[in-house]
């Protein structure tokens, strides 16, 4: 069974940064894009950046320069620092991947975590 396990939320004051970690587990036979998104009180979730397995990365304009996205393919874990933080950061955080596994033939899901709050006060 595949999990994704996301840590590193929490409260922190305007300016400040916090590292998310988002860990896939299970019997995985291929990842290619791993992502980040965000859903705040009554908004729509919003993509905030994904990185493929060769490196490319994309950002939502909203956050470029201030936030950045890695990944240690080894170990199946993606990444996001958050720097420069501001109260409209505030939302739950979603860790996403499409993910590929083999039994007795392929399958292609899309895997979410369960979420972490970051909450950043002004």
């Known amino acids: 069974q595949v999990r994704l396990v996301e840590s590193g939320g929490g409260l922190v004051q305007a300016g400040g940064s916090l590292r998310l970690s988002c860990a896939v587990s299970?019997?995985?036979?291929?990842?290619?894009?791993m992502g980040w998104y965000r859903q705040a009180p009554g908004k729509q979730r919003e993509l905030v950046a994904t990185?493929?397995?060769?490196?490319?990365?994309n950002y939502a304009d909203s956050v470029k320069g201030r936030f950045t996205i890695s990944r240690d393919n080894a170990k199946n874990t993606v990444y996001l620092q958050m720097n420069s933080l501001k109260p409209e950061d505030t939302a739950v955080y979603y860790c996403?991947?499409?993910?590929?596994?083999?039994?007795?033939?392929?399958?292609?899901?899309?895997?979410w975590g369960q979420g972490t709050q970051v909450t950043v006060s002004s």
């Open positions: 996403n991947a499409p993910i590929i596994t083999f039994d007795d033939d392929y399958h292609l899901q899309d895997y």
């Open positions: 990185i493929t397995s060769g490196g490319n990365i």
């Open positions: 299970g019997s995985i036979f291929s990842i290619n894009t």
